[in-house]
């Protein structure tokens, strides 16, 4: 009979011990959950979550950036060489601006002051190819002339020079749908 009451208290022990490894995985799963949610794990991660009910007046940028379109803009106050610029931009999750269209360099170009801005298009020395930032190849939508590798913008155009003098520079990154 003590034997039998022995066996018991063991199996008791093994079951409450199973339950509680059940409990610890649960609550921890839980925890984990609710952390990736909390600290927008998702956005972080690169996750997109995507909302097709975002219309012009819920996009936002950041305080001192200008909206245009569906992307924000930020002039530099200082100057700096092209990748200085970039640098910079970067510590706003931005690259040196990407101006893909005639319409879109308008409104931009509205925006400035009268200075000269680096823009995030530059010709590679490996294959002599003009790219944006992002990588993608740059359209021809304006004409390329002068010397130089670094792409810039005024309130007269675009230009080209060398990418070590120093301009001041033209951020960009998309807005944000509130």
């Known amino acids: 009979m003590e034997g039998e009451e022995m066996e018991n208290r063991r199996k008791r022990r093994v079951q409450a011990r199973r339950k509680m490894i059940i409990l610890s995985v649960l609550l921890c799963g839980g925890l984990a959950v609710l952390l990736w949610?909390?600290?927008?794990?998702?956005?972080?991660?690169?996750?997109?979550?995507?909302?097709?009910?975002?219309?012009?007046?819920?996009?936002?940028?950041?305080?001192?950036?200008?909206?245009?379109?569906?992307?924000?803009?930020?002039?530099?106050?200082?100057?700096a060489i092209w990748a200085e610029g970039q640098k910079h931009c970067r510590k706003y999750?931005?690259?040196?601006?990407?101006?893909?269209?005639?319409?879109?360099?308008?409104?931009?170009?509205?925006?400035?002051?009268?200075?000269?801005?680096?823009?995030?298009?530059?010709?590679?020395?490996?294959?002599?190819?003009?790219?944006?930032?992002?990588?993608?190849?740059?359209?021809?939508?304006?004409?390329?002339?002068?010397?130089?590798?670094?792409a810039f913008i005024s309130d007269r155009g675009m230009g080209i020079s060398s990418c070590n003098e120093t301009r001041r520079f033209l951020c960009s990154r998309r807005s944000q749908c509130v």
């Open 37 to 79: 949610v909390m600290l927008k794990f998702p956005k972080k991660a690169g996750i997109k979550r995507t909302s097709n009910n975002c219309t012009d007046e819920m996009r936002v940028c950041l305080p001192d950036w200008d909206l245009i379109s569906e992307t924000c803009f930020f002039q530099s106050e200082h100057e």
């Open 93 to 150: 999750y931005a690259s040196l601006a990407k101006i893909v269209s005639r319409t879109e360099m308008e409104s931009v170009v509205s925006y400035l002051n009268t200075s000269t801005y680096w823009i995030g298009l530059r010709k590679h020395p490996s294959d002599n190819i003009w790219r944006w930032m992002d990588g993608s190849h740059f359209n021809n939508w304006f004409t390329i002339t002068g010397s130089g590798n670094c």
